[in-house]
């Protein structure tokens, strides 16, 4: 298994939709072991291909739930059903969501409470489970980046204009930047 580079906003592969996953062979097996293991030195709770770089319709995830769902997977194809998102504006202190392609950031955001999921597994078994809480968010971010969406591109006016600005103040927003889980400092201070 290898460590891979997680790239940061502004990649292409980060803002466009993912291809389906055609081929299951030992090339994406590998990946999906590759994605484990940068998944769990960066810390993460969820990882998308695009994120390291590749535009394939898969993400792992590892988060301990009361669910009924694996802690540990890979999702590949994924159909995600949600239950109604709220209305409300996120709150700061219960809303707050990160990115390791946005590392370093939080950004408070609604989700839907409830999510069920399907797709196959790295060997083409079909799976399908339902989430909800901080699981079914989880769900919905990685999602999101198989369809090109980060969830800075889902906050509302107000936090929309200050992620925004620290986009820019990075100098985030082009392409070629990445950084390294294990190599570079952990950016939410794991």
């Known amino acids: 298994m290898t ?8 990649e292409p ?15 994406l097996r590998t990946l999906v072991a590759d994605m484990y293991e940068t998944m769990e030195v960066s810390n993460g709770v969820g ?3 695009p994120q390291v770089g590749v535009g394939l319709r898969l993400f792992t995830f590892h988060y301990p739930n009361d669910d009924d769902a694996p802690d540990l997977g890979v999702v590949i194809n994924p159909v995600l059903v949600t239950s109604k998102v709220p209305g409300s504006a996120p709150d700061p202190d219960d809303d707050s ?13 609604t989700r839907a409470d ?24 989880v769900l919905q971010h990685e ?17 929309g204009r200050k992620a ?21 400092p952990d950016p939410f201070g794991h």
């Not at 399907?118 to 083409?124: A, K, M, Q």
Request: aromatic share 10%.
């Open 47 to 49: 990882l998308a291909a």
């Open 143 to 159: 999602y999101d980046h198989l369809d090109g969406k980060l969830y800075v591109d889902r906050l509302n006016e107000r936090w």
């Open 3 to 10: 460590v891979r580079p997680i790239v940061i906003h502004g």
């Open 114 to 137: 409830w999510v069920r999921i399907s797709g196959v597994d790295e060997n083409g078994a079909p799976l399908q489970f339902e989430a909800t809480g901080w699981f079914a968010r």
């Open 97 to 109: 969501e990160g990115c390791l392609s946005v590392p370093g950031e939080n950004f408070p955001l």
């Open 13 to 27: 592969v980060l803002h466009r939709r993912a291809a389906e996953v055609q081929d299951f062979n030992e090339e």
């Open 164 to 184: 925004r600005k620290v986009l820019k103040a990075n100098g985030w927003g082009v392409p070629g930047l990445s950084w390294m889980p294990g190599v570079d």
